[in-house]
């Protein structure tokens, strides 16, 4: 009988294993942790401070900085909406609003279920398509209260 | 290396190479202000105080990153420089709370209210327990413009007391981050961080954990360093400035750190380390847990003598004499049982009765119990009668030793079991109560120092012993001086080492204080796991008391409480106030009403978070319960048509002038009201009183809304344009009073709610007294509002500052053990929510 590798999520000696100890590491570390947990819990920011031989809340502290880490696991769908220059004046805003109110869920939670995860984002550089909403890394452009509701319902 | 030489503001500077320009600059003599800079850290260059101009090089360097150069010509001091330097004092007050700076009446009221408020959170520099030592402060008042444009963005975290000794008050933060930097150099991996972006950015822990579990090890070197009143010693908070700091060695472990002992008024207040460096590193203990020992409400005050079952409060003369009576008869039959917690001197003496008294003397070391192997070996002897007397200084004795023995002294500083089955019990001064020497477990010789008065009667052993020595007649006993005995000790060995390195790691303290159990003594020590001795819990009384229907805290500080209380709602009228207990043990507490509903039954009040008893009040929650609500108490104010008033609230008094301005109102008259707060922020109420009067006029401390000022600057205002026939001022005592000095003149009929101490509330106790005119009233049942022209303002401010000191002492006590439980974050979903 063959027997399956068990996969322990929080297992992260494999990835710990390919950087070095220099706190030079720091970032990219977090950034392929975060794509293997898909977020940066506690126990993987111990890890990480004690692979570099740092303190876990300058770890964090580095970590918060930066909008690309996250801290809480994600939901099943992940939902991105644009808040950039173009998009705002488009009335993202109304989408964001749309969005939470469906969701029942502020930027930046998880919905209590984990299907739905929602996220503010700067710009994603589509500006033509304003007003931005990515789902799941599907882009949607032009879109409405309406039209992101819909999609958001599909998906549920 | 070598030396450069270069020139500020036009004076050449010789500095060694590799200085930094500001470091050039104080070198000759040159002050260029500073907030993130400190000597014992390196170059930071973050508050941006510093900035100076360089010939040839762009823009407006950071003094303190810059190194020096041979040959550059540097100006710490031009219009442009100050203009840049105001600019950026003021975005950093944008944050950090500062109307008084700007306030009309700062001077009156500091010269009036020498002691800040002992609020929650610190919303300006009145309410700030680090105005006297703040950098902040100090800077805007010295040379820095006071003319703030940029408005106050108050963060509104909440006061974080969840370790056992600090009290972090994160809006008061100017993220120069010389805490999480010294915290770094001292152990390397900070216990604190900056944490989260932008307007966010706080210090803190990482996913926000209490510092009992961030790795804190409570060395105090972040409150030391703050430069605001952000980080606290809770214990010490609101004792102000010490007036004395004393090098001095902590004897509470064999470690022997030394120390700087801070006081004041006599007062122990904390030690701090001797420098911002690893080596000075001190534990929990060390720093916070020592002055608390000292300070102590438990501290044994008189000698006493045990007749029959009493202990007896005796005289020093009697004491000694009752003690060499029992030592004499147990000569070649006593044992010492002596903690290494004692300086050199005093183990010298303690040898020396032994001898005189021909007994048995066990040294046992500073965390030692009571089942100490070396006592377990003595109990034999002390049950077959060979020993009869026993001499201690700390808890070390059992209850069956103690009466098996024919006589026991304890000479010690708090009451135990071993005190309260003594026959003798001696008072003895502590730790930096005493001077003298003390050998370190590595051998090295340290000098103590006393740096703060004994309780009671109270005194140091080795005088104690001299005494005792004296009175059983030996010669050797004869000093007068603890500085005379210290040349004869000699050949003392050094105390073991103790286990676990507590400066490292906060759950390594030793557990024990002369036998007693150190949590006993510094319940807040519970929280890393030191035993305590445990005490029934007082059983809570379900379903008794006065449901808390609702409760928020409106603006920072100030807590609104819907109660229901129907039989005080049935008979409250305007003017009258209640007494709260938030349990039944806490302080009876007077509170204006500011609204009720007979038929419903419910009362409202609003109240202030400046002291014990209202932080306990202002911890309950809606849904639970307040122990005791008395009332209606006081006269009601008479309501009558006088034509046009006017009313004054400030702070609390905002919610207490609320029902005379709507009864008034009903009354027929024509209703100004004026609130006044130190910032728009802490501006309440507003729509309530639109409501109920006909004008309504805002007025802040540092102009942020309304008129700029108080309740006086409104008065003058609205005097000019109508005639007032009566005017009814509510607020702090130095608010009340300022406006009745502005009243007066205009002849405008003043009343005044006054707020002196109360006890009963019911005219028994008479703690309430004030003077009005020539007549001497009780606030609680001739009040509570007076007519403000005839009050005797000197002597309320007297009477309610009398407990100054003991209202602190109680703050420090509080500590809730529950908020300290960590939650792990995996207790929860992940989702962010609870």
Same mark, same amino acid.
């Given at each position: 009988?063959?027997?399956?590798?068990?996969?322990?999520?929080?297992?992260?000696?494999?990835?710990?294993?390919?950087?070095?100890?220099?706190?030079?590491?720091?970032?990219?570390?977090?950034?392929?942790?975060?794509?293997?947990?898909?977020?940066?819990?506690?126990?993987?920011?111990?890890?990480?401070?004690?692979?570099?031989?740092?303190?876990?809340?300058?770890?964090?502290?580095?970590?918060?900085?930066?909008?690309? @880490?996250?801290?809480?696991?994600?939901?099943?769908?992940?939902?991105?909406?644009?808040?950039?220059?173009?998009?705002?004046?488009?009335?993202?805003?109304?989408?964001?609003?749309?969005?939470?109110?469906?969701?029942?869920?502020?930027?930046?939670?998880?919905?209590?279920?984990?299907?739905?995860?929602?996220?503010?984002?700067?710009? @994603?550089?589509?500006?033509?398509?304003?007003?931005?909403?990515?789902?799941?890394?599907?882009?949607?452009?032009?879109?409405?209260?309406?039209?992101?509701?819909?999609?958001?319902?599909?998906?549920? | 290396?070598?030396?450069?030489?270069?020139?500020?503001?036009?004076?050449?500077?010789?500095?060694?190479?590799?200085?930094?320009?500001?470091?050039?600059?104080?070198?000759?003599?040159?002050?260029?202000?500073?907030?993130?800079?400190?000597?014992? &850290?390196?170059?930071?260059?973050?508050?941006?105080?510093? =900035?100076?101009?360089?010939?040839?090089?762009?823009?407006?360097?950071?003094?303190?990153?810059?190194?020096?150069?041979?040959?550059?010509?540097?100006?710490?001091?031009?219009?442009?420089?100050?203009?840049?330097?105001?600019?950026?004092?003021?975005?950093?007050?944008?944050?950090?709370?500062?109307?008084?700076?700007?306030?009309?009446?700062?001077?009156?009221?500091?010269?009036?209210?020498?002691?800040?408020?002992?609020?929650?959170?610190?919303?300006?520099?009145?309410?700030?327990?680090?105005?006297?030592?703040?950098?902040?402060?100090?800077?805007?008042?010295?040379?820095?413009?006071?003319?703030?444009?940029?408005?106050?963005?108050?963060?509104?975290?909440?006061?974080?007391?969840?370790?056992?000794?600090?009290?972090?008050?994160?809006?008061?933060?100017?993220?120069?981050?010389?805490?999480?930097?010294?915290?770094?150099?001292?152990?390397?991996?900070?216990?604190?961080?900056?944490?989260?972006?932008?307007? %966010?950015?706080?210090?803190?822990?990482?996913?926000?954990?209490?510092?009992?579990?961030?790795?804190?090890?409570?060395?105090?070197?972040?409150?030391?360093?703050?430069?605001?009143?952000?980080?606290?010693?809770?214990?010490?908070?609101?004792?102000?400035?010490?007036?004395?700091?004393?090098?001095?060695?902590?004897?509470?472990?064999?470690?022997?750190?030394?120390?700087?002992?801070?006081?004041?008024?006599?007062?122990?207040?904390?030690?701090?380390?001797?420098?911002?460096?690893?080596?000075?590193?001190?534990?929990?203990?060390?720093?916070?847990?020592?002055?608390?020992?000292?300070?102590?409400?438990?501290?044994?005050?008189?000698?006493?003598?045990?007749?029959?079952?009493?202990?007896?409060?005796?005289?020093?003369?009697?004491?000694?004499?009752?003690?060499?009576?029992?030592?004499?008869?147990?000569?070649?039959?006593?044992?010492?049982?002596?903690?290494?917690?004692?300086?050199?001197?005093?183990?010298?003496?303690?040898?020396?009765?032994?001898?005189?008294?021909?007994?048995?003397?066990?040294?046992?070391?500073?965390?030692? +119990?009571?089942?100490?192997?070396?006592?377990?070996?003595?109990?034999?002897?002390?049950?077959?009668?060979?020993?009869?007397?026993?001499?201690?200084?700390?808890?070390?004795?059992?209850?069956?030793?103690?009466?098996?023995?024919?006589?026991?002294?304890?000479?010690?500083?708090?009451?135990?079991?071993?005190?309260?089955?003594?026959?003798?019990?001696?008072?003895?001064?502590? &730790?930096?109560?005493?001077?003298?020497?003390?050998?370190?477990?590595?051998?090295?010789?340290?000098?103590?120092? +006393?740096?703060?008065?004994?309780?009671?009667?109270?005194?140091?052993?080795?005088?104690?012993?001299? $005494?005792?020595?004296?009175?059983?007649?030996?010669?050797?006993?004869?000093?007068?001086?603890?500085?005379? =005995?210290?040349?004869?000790?000699?050949?003392?060995?050094?105390?073991?080492?103790?286990?676990?390195?507590?400066?490292?790691?906060?759950?390594?303290?030793?557990?024990?204080?002369?036998?007693?159990?150190?949590?006993?003594? =510094?319940?807040?020590?519970?929280?890393?796991?030191?035993?305590?001795?445990?005490?029934?819990?007082?059983? +809570?009384?379900?379903?008794?008391?006065?449901?808390?229907?609702?409760?928020?805290?409106?603006?920072?500080?100030?807590?609104?409480?819907?109660?229901?209380?129907?039989?005080?709602?049935?008979?409250?009228?305007?003017?009258?106030?209640?007494?709260?207990?938030?349990?039944?043990?806490?302080?009876?507490?007077?509170?204006?009403?500011?609204?009720?509903?007979?038929?419903?039954? %419910?009362?409202?009040?609003?109240?202030?978070?400046?002291?014990?008893?209202?932080?306990?009040?202002?911890?309950?929650?809606?849904?639970?319960?307040?122990?005791?609500?008395?009332?209606?108490?006081?006269?009601?104010?008479?309501?009558?048509?006088?034509?046009?008033?006017?009313?004054?609230?400030?702070?609390?008094?905002?919610?207490?002038?609320?029902?005379?301005?709507?009864?008034?109102?009903?009354?027929?008259?024509?209703?100004?009201?004026?609130?006044?707060?130190?910032?728009?922020?802490?501006?309440?109420?507003?729509?309530?009183?639109?409501?109920?009067?006909?004008?309504?006029?805002?007025?802040?401390?540092?102009?942020?809304?309304?008129?700029?000022?108080?309740?006086?600057?409104?008065?003058?205002?609205?005097?000019?344009?109508?005639?007032?026939?009566?005017?009814?001022?509510?607020?702090?005592?130095?608010?009340?009073?300022?406006?009745?000095?502005?009243?007066?003149?205009?002849?405008?009929?003043?009343?005044? +709610?006054?707020?002196?101490?109360?006890?009963?509330?019911?005219?028994?106790?008479?703690?309430?007294?004030?003077?009005?005119?020539?007549?001497?009233?009780?606030?609680?049942?001739?009040?509570?509002?007076? $007519?403000?022209?005839?009050?005797? %303002?000197?002597?309320?401010?007297?009477?309610?500052?009398?407990?100054?000191?003991?209202?602190?002492?109680?703050?420090?006590?509080?500590?809730?053990?529950?908020?300290?439980?960590?939650?792990?974050?995996?207790?929860?979903?992940?989702?962010?929510?609870?």
């Amino acid at each position: 009988m063959i027997q399956m590798p068990v996969q322990n999520k929080n297992n992260l000696e494999h990835i710990l294993a390919e950087y070095g100890r220099e706190r030079d590491n720091l970032i990219p570390l977090l950034q392929e942790v975060q794509e293997h947990l898909q977020y940066l819990s506690p126990e993987a920011i111990r890890l990480v401070a004690d692979h570099l031989d740092l303190s876990e809340n300058d770890v964090y502290g580095v970590a918060t900085f930066y909008t690309q @880490f996250r801290f809480i696991p994600p939901g099943l769908h992940h939902v991105r909406v644009c808040q950039g220059t173009a998009c705002h004046v488009r009335g993202s805003d109304m989408i964001l609003d749309a969005i939470s109110r469906t969701t029942g869920i502020e930027p930046g939670e998880t919905s209590e279920d984990g299907k739905f995860s929602l996220e503010r984002v700067a710009c @994603f550089g589509s500006c033509a398509l304003a007003p931005v909403v990515v789902l799941d890394d599907k882009v949607y452009g032009r879109m409405t209260a309406a039209k992101t509701k819909k999609i958001i319902e599909d998906k549920k | 290396m070598g030396s450069i030489s270069l020139t500020i503001d036009g004076r050449t500077v010789e500095v060694e190479e590799g200085k930094t320009v500001l470091q050039a600059a104080r070198e000759a003599g040159i002050t260029i202000p500073t907030i993130c800079d400190h000597k014992d &850290l390196n170059p930071y260059g973050s508050c941006r105080m510093c =900035v100076v101009e360089i010939d040839g090089v762009r823009g407006y360097p950071t003094s303190c990153t810059t190194p020096a150069v041979q040959g550059m010509q540097v100006t710490t001091t031009s219009e442009r420089l100050t203009t840049l330097r105001n600019r950026t004092l003021e975005l950093m007050f944008s944050g950090h709370p500062n109307s008084c700076l700007v306030c009309p009446h700062r001077e009156a009221c500091e010269k009036y209210r020498p002691k800040a408020t002992k609020a929650a959170r610190s919303t300006r520099c009145g309410f700030c327990a680090n105005r006297e030592e703040c950098d902040l402060r100090t800077m805007a008042l010295k040379g820095g413009s006071r003319d703030l444009y940029l408005p106050t963005l108050y963060a509104s975290y909440n006061l974080e007391r969840d370790d056992p000794f600090m009290d972090r008050d994160y809006n008061l933060c100017v993220l120069c981050g010389r805490c999480s930097r010294i915290c770094e150099k001292i152990h390397g991996k900070p216990a604190i961080s900056i944490i989260n972006r932008g307007k %966010w950015a706080r210090i803190g822990t990482a996913f926000h954990k209490s510092h009992v579990h961030s790795g804190c090890t409570f060395c105090g070197a972040c409150i030391d360093i703050c430069p605001t009143g952000t980080l606290t010693d809770r214990f010490a908070r609101w004792q102000g400035k010490p007036e004395a700091e004393v090098p001095s060695t902590c004897i509470i472990c064999s470690e022997g750190c030394s120390v700087i002992a801070q006081s004041k008024g006599g007062q122990s207040m904390a030690n701090i380390m001797t420098g911002f460096n690893p080596e000075a590193s001190l534990c929990a203990l060390g720093r916070f847990g020592y002055a608390q020992i000292v300070n102590s409400s438990q501290r044994l005050l008189h000698p006493l003598v045990r007749e029959g079952e009493d202990h007896i409060p005796s005289d020093w003369e009697g004491a000694i004499q009752a003690a060499i009576e029992g030592l004499q008869v147990c000569v070649g039959a006593t044992a010492l049982v002596i903690s290494a917690t004692t300086t050199r001197e005093d183990r010298f003496l303690y040898t020396q009765l032994a001898e005189h008294l021909q007994a048995t003397l066990l040294i046992l070391p500073a965390e030692a +119990a009571n089942d100490d192997p070396q006592i377990r070996e003595m109990v034999g002897a002390v049950q077959q009668g060979k020993i009869r007397g026993l001499l201690t200084n700390g808890d070390f004795l059992s209850a069956d030793l103690l009466r098996a023995a024919n006589f026991s002294l304890v000479i010690d500083c708090l009451p135990s079991t071993t005190t309260s089955l003594a026959s003798i019990v001696l008072p003895a001064a502590v &730790l930096s109560e005493t001077g003298g020497t003390f050998r370190t477990a590595v051998g090295t010789v340290k000098q103590m120092a +006393a740096s703060s008065r004994a309780p009671g009667d109270a005194r140091p052993e080795w005088q104690i012993l001299c $005494d005792l020595g004296q009175a059983l007649g030996s010669a050797a006993f004869d000093f007068s001086r603890i500085e005379a =005995v210290t040349p004869l000790v000699s050949d003392d060995p050094a105390p073991a080492a103790i286990d676990g390195d507590p400066r490292q790691n906060v759950r390594e303290l030793i557990p024990r204080f002369r036998g007693h159990l150190l949590a006993d003594i =510094v319940p807040a020590l519970a929280a890393f796991g030191l035993p305590a001795t445990e005490v029934a819990a007082v059983e +809570a009384v379900t379903g008794a008391g006065f449901a808390i229907l609702e409760k928020r805290e409106i603006v920072p500080n100030m807590h609104f409480f819907k109660i229901r209380a129907p039989q005080v709602a049935k008979f409250a009228q305007p003017g009258q106030f209640v007494i709260l207990m938030a349990r039944e043990t806490s302080e009876r507490s007077p509170f204006t009403l500011v609204d009720w509903n007979g038929p419903e039954g %419910w009362i409202t009040v609003v109240i202030e978070e400046v002291g014990r008893s209202s932080r306990e009040l202002a911890s309950l929650k809606a849904g639970e319960r307040i122990a005791h609500v008395s009332g209606p108490l006081g006269l009601p104010f008479p309501i009558e048509k006088k034509g046009t008033v006017l009313l004054g609230g400030g702070c609390y008094g905002i919610g207490a002038i609320f029902p005379l301005a709507r009864a008034l109102r009903q009354a027929g008259n024509r209703v100004i009201c004026t609130i006044e707060a130190s910032s728009a922020y802490l501006l309440f109420f507003e729509e309530e009183f639109r409501a109920v009067s006909d004008q309504l006029i805002l007025a802040t401390k540092d102009g942020s809304r309304g008129v700029w000022g108080g309740v006086q600057e409104v008065l003058a205002q609205v005097a000019q344009e109508e005639t007032l026939d009566q005017f009814i001022a509510i607020g702090c005592t130095f608010m009340m009073r300022m406006v009745c000095e502005a009243s007066r003149p205009l002849g405008i009929p003043t009343f005044v +709610a006054l707020n002196p101490i109360m006890v009963d509330g019911t005219g028994m106790c008479g703690a309430c007294r004030v003077s009005v005119g020539d007549q001497t009233r009780f606030a609680c049942i001739d009040g509570p509002i007076f $007519d403000g022209h005839s009050v005797d %303002w000197d002597e309320l401010a007297l009477r309610r500052s009398a407990y100054a000191r003991e209202e602190v002492q109680a703050l420090s006590q509080t500590v809730d053990l529950s908020a300290l439980i960590y939650k792990p974050e995996s207790d929860s979903c992940g989702c962010g929510r609870k």
